[in-house]
């Protein structure tokens, strides 16, 4: 299925809402949650017939800060800093590990940053030796994804992630235009992007993803249209293709974009999405939802088709059913009920783990009904359908009863076509694809319509 794109009602529904990669967003960990209900959270996870294990290393070094980006970054050219990381990191994995249930099977590994190929590929090689020490990862069916920054790319670096399992990789990108590329201090030539993806291919590496921004400073809906262009010739498996998200009151370099007046206005921004959709389709690539295009044959798309997609923390996936442990300053885990994100700073992080302690800063424990809210809301982000006799079953009360004034705030967006409400189910259009996050907004009590603490939904 296509989603057709109605500019029109975009622009009369996009707010400014979360993106759901958890339910409740970040945003609503607290500190208050106390640590030792948050570290006893890991061993109860240990419950007889607990699922798979996902594992995610946060690493934060970057040569140079692009002045969009909104990750938790280090910028520093000290390449010894990643040996230094890796000692405090296999700290908090021993630690971790200690009140888990390491026998579970690893089906997921992800590598994020930051930039993980900051890392010299001795230190990458380090750093798998430490995963396969604490955890039982079997190669043949771990799905084991890393960021790439191909201006720090070796052909060694690939050599090396090859070695510790990795088989899936996701290229930053962004823009392909030399002009967008210094307005935001990103010089990336597209040969490098080129060679890139002729490494991986050439190595084994299973899949490649390319991550795109739109409403970048500069751009222009024809100059990202030839963009496009330039990425469909690297034949990826799939494309992320972000909104731009403008927060300056959270990451200042980007106030730079506002005194200079070279961000892209709404309506502009709006067009580059609906010529990336337009392009993106047209080279027969699916609209997975929100901003995710993947090739019809790639597992993204099988499992959209087969109502098995899941959402985590790095956006869409196929692996659900796996608690969470991640490691790494910032970093996000989630077992059972609960949430726990590490300290965001390198000083606080690493003070906590030669403590002693698991470096957890805040989080949350869900309730009985965050927990079926999160459901709820996962279901329409992964399904774009809700219907009500599946989930009065796994939620174990009457849906439709129960949440009558969440079902019967959508009469505005059926009106719209954006939803299919019927007795039985609620179905998302193709044209309420795009504004999906606007659908689970009406099921999530604490959304706050206008919150400067989200990005728009487009
Ligand atoms: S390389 Fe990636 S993580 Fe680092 S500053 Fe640029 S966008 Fe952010």
Not at 38 to 60: C, K, M, Q, V, W
């Amino acid at each position: 299925m296509t989603p057709a794109l109605n500019l029109d009602l975009i622009r009369k529904h996009s707010i400014p809402g979360p993106r759901y990669t958890s339910y409740p967003p970040a945003t609503h960990f607290t500190a208050a949650q106390a640590f030792g209900d948050l570290a006893a959270a890991i061993t109860e996870d240990n419950r007889a017939g607990a699922g798979p294990i996902s594992l995610y290393f946060h690493l934060p070094f970057c040569e140079s800060r692009c002045w969009f980006c909104a990750c938790t970054t280090i910028i520093t050219k000290r390449r010894e800093a990643a040996d230094d990381y890796l000692d405090a990191l296999a700290r908090e994995m021993s630690l971790t590990a200690a009140g888990m249930d390491t026998r579970r099977p690893v089906t997921q590994i992800h590598l994020g940053g930051g930039t993980p190929t900051f890392f010299p590929p001795d230190d990458l090689r380090r750093l798998g030796a430490l995963i396969t020490e604490q955890f039982p990862v079997r190669a043949s069916d771990c799905e084991f994804s890393v960021e790439i920054d191909p201006r720090r790319l070796t052909l060694d670096h690939v050599v090396a992630l090859r070695e510790i399992g990795a088989n899936r990789a996701s290229l930053g990108v962004q823009d392909t235009h030399p002009r967008v590329q210094i307005a935001v201090h990103r010089l990336q030539p597209h040969s490098l992007n080129e060679q890139a993806c002729a490494w991986l291919r050439a190595n084994g590496f299973r899949s490649i993803n390319v991550d795109l921004i739109f409403g970048l400073p500069l751009q222009t809906p024809p100059s990202f249209a030839d963009t496009i262009d330039d990425v469909l010739g690297l034949e990826p498996d799939r494309l992320s293709v972000f909104s731009y998200a403008h927060v300056p009151w959270i990451k200042p370099a980007q106030r730079l974009f506002d005194d200079r007046g070279d961000l892209p206005n709404a309506e502009q921004k709006l067009a580059m999405f609906a010529v990336a959709h337009e392009k993106l389709t047209a080279a027969g690539y699916i609209d997975i939802g929100l901003d995710h295009f993947a090739k019809p044959a790639d597992e993204l798309a099988v499992a959209l088709r087969a109502g098995t997609l899941h959402r985590n923390f790095q956006g869409y996936s196929t692996r659900g059913g796996a608690s969470l442990y991640a490691f790494g300053l910032s970093s996000i885990s989630s077992t059972g009920n609960s949430y726990r994100q590490n300290f965001r700073t390198l000083p606080e992080w690493r003070a906590a783990l030669d403590a002693g302690h698991l470096p957890i800063e805040r989080g949350l424990r869900l309730s009985e009904e965050d927990l079926r809210r999160r459901t709820i809301i996962m279901r329409l982000m992964c399904d774009r359908r809700l219907d009500f006799a599946a989930l009065s079953q796994t939620l174990r009360v009457d849906f439709a009863e129960r949440y009558a004034s969440e079902l019967a705030s959508l009469a505005n967006l059926a009106a719209d076509g954006l939803v299919v409400t019927s007795p039985s189910a609620v179905e998302v259009s193709p044209s309420g694809v795009p504004l999906l996050r606007v659908v689970a907004m009406r099921f999530d009590p604490n959304a706050t319509s206008g919150s400067r603490r989200h990005s728009l939904t487009i």
